[in-house]
């Protein structure tokens, strides 16, 4: 509760207070260069004076978006492939499970870094699908050992003797039973997204100026950690509020829909 409470706290700042916040994230301040945090600006400004602040919101905005949309992706990948490789069995099950396998032996951050610049100038959308790619397997390999179960149950059994077609069945029986380890999932990938977006614009192959995500934020901050630590240290908090707020929600919700994985 706590870390869903966090979590809903930071989405509303990152999307409601730049409504009202005066230092919005073009604005500049000619009048403090590198100024410390103060009631003015309340995380500083950088070289430029830039409210950090504003840029901080700007931020969390993009790199929210981005680990909502890759966690939605991935999830969604993750029951699509496991249920069909589950349910069909055979080649099918054979064939998809040989792409998770060859997708788990990748070097994920490696591709992600060779193919992120040349699709930099084609919007967030497309490296947000990349950073998904990368995040569904092993949830998949479990979808698909329930599924084998879930297939054997009587009412899936039934519906199947009715001539009920297989992807209906898959829709209305397998995947909703599902729906406590796939919410459990998604929470958890949205914090591993997020993550993986910061680390990869830290390194400058990730969301590059003149758009902004804390990742960007925290790489133009590292630089002048001991002279001006403010320009790091606010965006990699913010940076570790968020991923640990995920990992509580995801953490609690497995422990709620499967007691048993409680010691």
């Known amino acids: 509760m706590v870390g869903l409470f966090a979590l809903i706290v930071l989405f509303a700042l990152a999307f409601l207070v730049p409504l009202i916040d005066p230092w919005d994230q073009p604005t500049r301040d000619f009048t403090a260069f590198l100024e410390s945090p103060s009631a003015r600006h309340w995380y500083g400004t950088s070289q430029t004076g830039a409210d950090l602040f504003a840029q901080v919101l700007r931020g969390m905005q993009k790199s929210l978006v981005i680990g909502l949309f890759a966690a939605v992706v991935a999830t969604g990948l993750a029951a699509s492939v496991g249920a069909a490789a589950g349910y069909f069995g055979g080649w099918t099950d054979r064939l998809l499970m040989w792409g998770v396998d060859l997708l788990l032996v990748l070097p994920a951050f490696l591709v992600l870094a060779l193919l992120s610049p040349s699709l930099r100038d084609r919007g967030w959308l497309l490296f947000a699908l990349l950073l998904a790619l990368f995040q569904w397997m ?14 054997e149950r009587e009412y899936v059994r039934a519906a199947r003797y009715l001539g009920v077609p297989s992807y209906r069945i ?10 406590p380890l796939l919410i459990a999932d998604a929470t958890v990938n949205l914090g591993s997204a997020i993550v993986g977006e910061a680390a990869l614009s830290y390194v400058g192959f990730g969301i590059q100026p003149p758009e902004t995500s804390l990742g960007t934020l925290i790489a133009d901050g590292s630089s002048s950690f001991l002279t001006t630590p403010w320009l790091f240290l606010f965006p990699a908090l913010t940076l570790v509020a968020i991923v640990l707020s995920a990992t509580l929600v995801g953490d609690g919700l497995r422990d709620a829909l499967d007691p048993q994985s409680t010691p």
């Open 138 to 151: 092993v949830t998949g390999r479990t979808v698909r050992n329930t599924t084998r179960s879930l297939r």
């Open 170 to 179: 898959i829709l209305r029986h397998i995947v909703p039973a599902m729906a």
